[in-house]
Nanobody, 127 residues
Framework: QVQLAEYGGGSVQAGGSLKLSCVVTGYMNERNCMAWFRQSSEKEREGVAA????????SVADSVAGRFSISQDWRKSMVYLQMNSLEPEDTATYYC????????????????????WGRGTQVTVSS
């Protein structure tokens, strides 16, 4: 059974950077995608970035394009979210999740198609 654990959150000032890590334990098959989602008290859960385990599909949300990037290192069983030029609007709890692709190695955007999830890590950006 796959288990996920995020770490690397914290408090930064606007314009700063953070790198989130997701430790993956358990078996991942070639149809899995890894994704980062975020949720704050003011917004619904939002997809941030996704990557297919084969590397054939990578995507980031328009709201973070050019600032965030997702990567993976399966030698270390890790998935990363590099966050640059952070803004107060990026304040949220960030979750790592995995799910089966939607066919053709394309990662889905719907959070309901992802399970399991990690417990989340808090990111707070101050102005």
């Amino acid at each position: 059974q796959v288990q996920l654990a995020e770490y690397g959150g914290g408090s930064v000032q606007a314009g700063g950077s953070l790198k989130l890590s997701c430790v993956v334990t358990g078996y991942m098959n070639e149809r899995n995608c890894m994704a980062w989602f975020r949720q704050s008290s003011e917004k619904e859960r939002e997809g941030v970035a996704a990557i297919h385990v084969t590397g054939r599909d990578t995507s980031v949300a328009d709201s973070v394009a050019g600032r965030f990037s997702i990567s993976q290192d399966w030698r270390k069983s890790m998935v990363y979210l590099q966050m640059n030029s952070l803004e107060p609007e990026d304040t949220a709890t960030y979750y790592c999740a995995t799910g089966v692709d939607g066919g053709g190695a394309a990662c889905r955007q719907d959070p309901s198609t992802y399970t399991p999830w990690g417990r989340g890590t808090q990111v707070t950006v101050s102005s």
